[in-house]
Antibody
């Protein structure tokens, strides 16, 4: 059974870089079947997809974040990571990592428990 | 971006009732529509993928229908554990987008 676990600082200062890691167990980030994604939920708001990465390095980002975001996959550590620079209070959220199918036919079927990041 | 609009934003129903949530896409997404349940403090849970396919482990009283731009999620025989926020999500094209959510409350 695949398990995802987010890790990283819970507090980030404005204008600095938010860095989170998602460790994958029970499966491989190098699988050709899946993308690896980050989703966030700001206080009082709904779910927001922010980006996905394939093991080859192919990435897709939310357009409004594209200038600040990098998602990368590290096959040697079986992890993928999120880097979001120049953060503001608007980036305060619970951040989830998740897996989704490489095809459009399939949802985000495995999620991490989420990690709270506060920008202050 | 494809905009996803859910209605209602909230619904209150009694145990044993049936609730239906609607999700509309701003353009056709064929059947590339997923539904999630999100309980407070928990990770979102995939309920339905590809508009109508039941994710493994999800009870059969949960069902999804629709295609193109109009989709519905129905929960029959409502149980206390169904109290949550439900989201639709289009997977037809990047950037993925979620609906605004529907809060289901059990009276």
């Amino acid at each position: 059974q695949v398990h995802l676990q987010e890790s990283g600082p819970g507090l980030v200062k404005p204008s600095e870089t938010l860095s989170l890691t998602c460790t994958v167990s029970g499966g491989s980030v190098s699988s050709s079947s899946f993308y690896w994604a980050w989703i966030r939920q700001s206080p009082g708001k709904g779910l927001e997809w922010i980006g996905s990465s394939y093991y080859t390095g192919t990435t897709h980002y939310k357009p409004s974040l594209k200038s600040r975001i990098t998602i990368s996959v590290d096959s040697s550590k079986n992890q993928f990571s999120l880097s979001l620079n120049s953060v503001t209070a608007a980036d305060t959220a619970v951040y989830y990592c998740a897996r989704h199918s490489g095809s459009a036919a399939g949802g985000m079927d495995v999620w991490g428990q989420g990690t709270t990041v506060t920008v202050s | 971006d494809i905009q996803m609009t859910q209605s209602p934003s909230s619904v209150s129903a009694s145990a044993g009732d049936r609730v239906t949530i609607t999700c509309r896409a701003s353009q056709t997404i064929t059947r590339n529509l997923n539904w999630y349940q999100h309980r407070p403090g928990k990770a979102p849970k995939l309920l339905i993928y590809s508009a109508s396919s039941l994710q493994s482990g999800v009870p059969s009283r949960v069902s999804g229908t629709g295609s193109a731009t109009h989709f519905t999620l129905t929960i029959s025989y409502l149980q206390p554990e169904d109290s949550a926020i439900y989201y639709c999500q289009q997977a037809n094209s990047f950037p993925f987008t979620f609906g605004g959510g529907t809060k289901v409350e059990i009276k």
